[in-house]
């Protein structure tokens, strides 16, 4: 049973430096290797707002009415919404702004955020090109706080912060995401960006096939061309939550699928995991995304070696029971928020919605590795 043994010590190991060990090697390099850009907070360039839109009837008008009153001159700021072939009152509502000078990008077909987001880009005239969502409300100083990043060369893409209105399961995710981006910053650039809120110099963009996961390859691509992705932690999107587990899982299948599509499948992706030439960054791919995708494996494998270990000592059996007890834990949250409709105590409801995740990404990871692409999104409220 050594191998068993072994197999089951490797698994736990990567696990621990999967959810703990990364952020922790982050923690500890942090002070070795600070690294900071020259803002200058009197910058002010044009910049172009670029919202995605499907079927965005309730939000679109919230949306436009938030990037009319941020605070940036409004003669350098350019407000372009695309609809993705939206069927309800979207397009009609975002009309209503043309005196604005809101302008409707209408994109038929279903073609996808990637594809629109070319489109948009092709139309807008801003030195920074600023991409959110339709359901994203940007804090007031949010895009001063992002384009005074610019004044520094070397800086290509700057990623703002996402922030919950309500607290439900998705948001201790969210801060432990924001974490790393914000120490990936000061060691060399975060691994990509939140979709609802970030920034890419113009010169810098370039069209990317439809199927791409646009959050992730838009920034890597900076990374690529040897620049920077600097995160600030005060351009802040608020979003609400998911009603759901079901409907936040659903997102991140699609999440994962594209993510993973895009690194297999786009040349310039596979580059930034070799260590040779992109150094520490790479590191950061395999930690903060590949391992991370496949963490459900090493759980799985946790489990069935420890299943086989049982007999062999009192410390075997107590994992295996802690183990066991944690599954069970989630299928009981399962129970109580899916067919109850109930919100689970709070231990219970995290371990249905971390075991959940790794599912999911799981599944996401699968489909992929298979070559399969969901370019199309559907808003989940």
Known sequence: MKGVEFIFWLSIGTSLYIQVGYLLLLRLLRPMAKRTSKKD?????????IIAAYNEEGTIAQKIENALQLNYPREKLEVIVFSDASTDRTDEIVRRYADDGVQLIRVEGRKGKSYCQNVAVSHAKGEIIIFT?????????AVRKMVQHFADSSVGCVAGKVCYI?????????RYETKLFELE?????????FGPLYALRRDLFEPIPPEMQEDLVRPLLVVYRRHRIVF?????AWLRSTESVEGEMRRRVRMVCRAVYSILYYP???ALLNPVRYGFFA??????RLLRWGHGIFLAVMLLTNMMLLTDSNLYKWLGIGQIGMYLSALMGYLIESRLKKRAPFLIHFLYYYLTAQIAMLHGLWLGVKGISMA???PIR
């Open 41 to 49: 907070a009197q910058y002010e360039p044009c910049v172009s707002i």
């Open 133 to 141: 969502d339709a359901d994203a409300l940007l804090q007031s100083d």
């Open 166 to 174: 309500d607290d439900r399961g998705e948001s201790w995710y969210q």
């Open 185 to 193: 910053s000061c060691l060399s650039s975060p691994v990509g960006a």
């Open 232 to 236: 600030e932690p005060e351009a802040i």
């Open 268 to 270: 310039a992706m596979r």
């Open 283 to 288: 590191l950061q791919m395999w930690s903060h």
């Open 376 to 378: 199309a999104w559907k």
